[in-house]
């Protein structure tokens, strides 16, 4: 008997909530959604899902990032694959070594000023965001994937797919 896989759907914004939902829902996956890092880290500890997809930004430029760093290095959430949703441009690393790649590119080109770097080696199946906090540090956290704003359903279903190991 297949089961039915949980995605936890955190994002600020209703609309792009309603419009994944009814997308996955379509696919046969059960949704959780929350609004907001608190409401995510909650329903993540109750609701045990096999996949959580955060929005990058939410109520402030920090949320998505720090929801999915409890999320990656939270040992209650180990196996959990994390994806992020953004309509920020996402860099193709042509390097195996996407932190690598991020460390070069933020050293050697004009992102030097940028806040974020969202970094993907599609080949290697490697991502992850390179970002400086509100004190300037730069950090890296590895992700799952990302997925484009605004949603292409065939794309999202592929990407989920791909993480869960469903293909």
């Not at 720090?66 to 309509?87: C, D, H, I, R, Y």
Request: charged share 30%; aromatic share 8%; hydrophobic share 40%.
């Amino acid at each position: 008997m297949k089961t039915t896989k949980k995605i936890l759907l955190v994002d600020d914004d209703v609309d792009v909530i309603s419009v994944v939902e009814t997308i996955l829902e379509n696919e046969g996956y059960q949704v959780i959604t929350a609004c907001n890092k608190e409401e995510g880290i909650e329903k993540a500890r109750t609701e045990k899902p096999d996949l959580a997809i955060l929005d990058v930004m939410m109520t402030n430029q920090f949320d998505g990032f720090e929801l999915a760093e409890t999320l990656v290095k939270g040992k209650e959430f180990k196996n959990m694959p994390v994806m992020m949703q953004t309509s920020i441009e996402i860099f193709e690393a042509d390097d195996d070594d996407v932190v690598k790649f991020a460390h070069y590119y933020r050293q050697n080109m004009s992102s030097k000023e940028l806040d974020v770097l969202l970094i993907q080696d599609y080949a290697a199946q490697k991502a992850g965001v390179d970002y400086k906090d509100s004190n300037g540090k730069i950090h890296w956290l590895s992700v799952d994937g990302f997925i484009r704003k605004p949603v292409s359903a065939k794309t999202l279903i592929s990407s989920i797919k791909r993480v869960l190991k469903e293909e």
